[in-house]
């Protein structure tokens, strides 16, 4: 299989964001076809068998590749192991190729491909990549119309007013970290003395391929490393919307709505962080550990953590250091970290009194 990534990026200004995300959507497609419509050819793509059973634009009778993504949901939707048959792929291609058309053949369930048809630079041929299967009830929301919405809604507040800090984007993830220059606040000392600066903000994240629902979560940036730290609430994120029974007029009066909540819920997770540094740890290291263990991380990164401690014996202090340590990691797991030291911030006085009593053996999950 294939797969299509764009690493993780700085941008300067949402311009940047907002060009690289209309250019990724170019060429977008989706076909809609029983999945026995749908076999792999002995040179490894897909093709369909009628054409003619397949809702969707036209130029549907190339053929195309898929990406890994793609092929697990197929591979899920068809019930065969996905760890055993993408080895098979790798290994004995004519194997996989069998058993998929002879499962496929017999599931006649509507799916929605969703595709990328791009011209070759050099041949002119059109060529086809399926970047998702998802059901036939499954609701669109692109990252291109996100990013209209978002150009909207941020153009009123003006471009003095909000800074784009990273963004993501792979063959079935986007993410997008904003921060607010007017809510910037001197929280605590760095270790030469010099204040500690961190700003309130959003995280944007969406699939078109349904890895994840759209979700507007709480983000605390702290200035000086880049370290982003998301807020934990007990009832979720502020807003999350499933790619079912979207309605586009509501979804952009809830996304206005939401950001208004999220910023004012985003203060008062900054004012919980700076009252953090009141709350003393008594010894930073078997907290940790402790914490580290509680969480299943890994060796590596609990090394990390303990590397990235700054000598600040405080409960800011640890949470630093875990959203330091977070900063090395892969996308999505560093967005699972720094959740966890959202919920940290927020530990009281005697959870911090248990963390550092006692430190039993463990061992990190890879």
Known sequence: MTSTIMESKKATTFEDVYNTVMKDSEGKADYETPLNNLYMMQNGDFAFK???????PKLRDITFKM????????????????????????????????HFNYWAEHDDR?????????????????IGLIRGAVSDIYGILDNDTIMRLLRQLLNASGEDRYTVES?????????MRLSYNDLTRAIGTLPDGSPDYNR????????????????????????????????????????SQRHIHLRPDEFKSRVASEMVKSIEHGVEFLEEFEASQKVAVPDP???????AKAEKFSTDLTADVLDSFEGDNSAYGVVNAITKAARNLPNEKRL?????????????PTTWEKLTAIEEPSQGVA
Request: aromatic share 12%; glycine share 6%; charged share 25%.
């Open 50 to 56: 009628d054409v003619h059973n397949v809702a969707g």
């Open 67 to 98: 990406t890994d993504w793609a092929e697990g949901q197929i591979l899920t939707r068809l019930n065969m192991p996905a760890a055993y048959f993408k080895r098979a792929y790798s290994e004995e291609p004519e194997l996989f190729r069998q």
């Open 110 to 126: 509507a799916t929605k491909l969703r595709t990328k048809i791009q011209k070759h630079e050099i041949t002119g041929q059109m």
């Open 167 to 175: 963004f993501y984007l792979d063959d079935h993830r986007f993410h």
């Open 200 to 239: 309130v903000g959003n995280d944007f994240i969406n699939s078109e391929v349904a890895a994840s629902a759209f979700h507007l979560q709480d983000l605390l940036w702290r200035l000086i490393c880049s370290n982003g730290l998301k807020a934990f609430t007990k009832d979720g994120d502020p807003f």
């Open 285 to 291: 290291f078997i907290a940790i550990r402790n914490i």
């Open 336 to 348: 699972q970290v720094e959740k966890v030291a959202g919920n940290v911030v927020k530990f009281a």
